[in-house]
């Protein structure tokens, strides 16, 4: 069965701080790749998604960029935080690598705050 | 206007009750459509998918109505475990490969 591992839990950082959130997959190859945030109390909010190892669509401008350096991990990685980067990221996969529609399954998430 | 549009609720039912869940998408090349569960300061996870014919998942009845670009959930004898936010997603028919997601409707389930 597929799983996927996100880490860290929960990390407080300080403005202007770097900051790097890993994300791997287990039990499936080629999948859609995808990082989310969702502010306190609110919904969704697509960042990044890989299609393919190196391939990386941005949603929105931000302080923020994402790698993908192997079939089976997504990285989302800042060189300044902001206050405003606060929020619990989430990352995704979903199957038929290359195609829309199929279903997404999340990671646990990481919970950020930045002071 | 956005994709996908929920009431935000909060919805406060008693145990037992029945709960109708709505959602407009406003792209008519939309292809795929689902409802996730999403509790509190955890992550989303898929509840069902929705078929154009309708389909029933234990408790859990889903809606589609193309023409009207309307979705819904409907929750039969609620339980306190219930509570959670609902999320209506969409897909479009594009070069894209990402999923739309509402913002969800609140749903507390009360004693």
């Known amino acids: 069965s597929q799983t996927i591992h996100q880490w860290p839990a929960t990390l407080v950082q300080p403005v202007g701080s770097p900051l790097s959130l890993e994300c791997t997959v287990e039990g499936t190859s080629n999948p859609n790749l995808y990082w989310y945030r969702q502010a306190a109390g609110r919904g969704l909010q697509l960042l990044f998604y890989s299609v393919g190892i190196g391939q990386i669509s941005s949603e929105v401008p931000q302080n923020l960029s994402a790698s993908r350096p192997q079939d089976r991990q997504f990285i989302l990685s800042s060189k300044k935080l902001l206050l405003s980067d606060s929020g619990f990221y989430l990352c995704?996969?979903?199957?038929?690598?290359?195609?829309?529609?199929?279903?997404?399954?999340f990671g646990p998430g990481t919970r950020l705050t930045v002071l | 206007r956005k994709e996908v549009e929920q009431d935000p609720g909060p919805f406060n039912v008693p145990e037992g009750a029945t709960v109708a869940f709505n959602c407009t998408y406003s792209?008519?090349?939309?292809?795929?459509f689902f409802w996730y569960r999403q509790d509190c300061r955890k992550e989303p996870k898929l509840l069902m998918s929705?078929?154009?014919s309708g389909n029933e998942d234990g408790r859990f009845t889903a809606q589609l109505n193309r023409a009207s670009q309307y979705i819904s959930l409907l929750s039969r004898d609620s339980k306190l475990s219930d509570s959670a936010t609902y999320l209506c997603?969409?897909?479009?028919?594009?070069?894209?490969?990402?999923?739309?997601f509402g913002s969800g409707t609140r749903l507390l389930v009360r004693p």
């Open positions: 997603v969409v897909n479009v028919r594009d070069s894209s490969y990402k999923l739309i």
């Open positions: 792209n008519s090349a939309s292809q795929s």
């Open positions: 995704a996969w979903s199957a038929l690598a290359g195609t829309s529609g199929s279903r997404e399954f």
């Open positions: 929705v078929y154009s």
